[in-house]
């Protein structure tokens, strides 16, 4: 199964910005719904954001009007832009997607191996 590959992760101080990204390791035939989630340490992984193929948004409260989720189909990839990031923030962040590995295949649920992002107050 093909896997899914983060990058943008790192080390800002609050108030500042990061932008994830987030594609296949492989060639594939098309991604459904793509999304974000986060794990901070001895807390439960929680969703961040989602967005369908046809760009359909949903935030988590605790993120709207800081984060944005956008996707580029072309590429198969899944951004996500944080802005006026809070210590709070801090967190293993994983991409995820529904993805349709062949034209006659069945969809399966792919996840990257997690990116870490640390805000600083």
């Known amino acids: 199964q093909v896997q899914l590959v983060e990058s943008g992760g790192g080390l800002v101080q609050a108030g500042g910005s990061l932008r994830l990204a987030c594609a296949p390791s492989?060639?594939?035939?098309?991604?459904?719904?793509m999304a974000w989630y986060r794990q901070a340490p001895g807390k439960q992984r929680e969703l961040v954001a989602t967005?369908?193929?046809?760009?359909?948004?949903n935030y988590a409260d605790s993120v709207k009007g800081r984060f944005t989720i956008s996707r580029d189909n072309t590429k198969r990839t899944v951004y996500l832009q944080m802005n006026r990031l809070k210590p709070e923030d801090t967190a293993v962040y994983y991409c995820?997607?529904?993805?349709?590995?062949?034209?006659?295949?069945?969809?399966?649920?792919?996840w990257g191996q997690g990116t870490q992002v640390t805000v600083s107050s």
């Open positions: 995820n997607a529904g993805v349709i590995a062949t034209p006659v295949g069945v969809e399966y649920d792919s």
């Open positions: 492989g060639n594939i035939f098309s991604v459904a719904t």
């Open positions: 967005i369908t193929r046809d760009g359909s948004t």
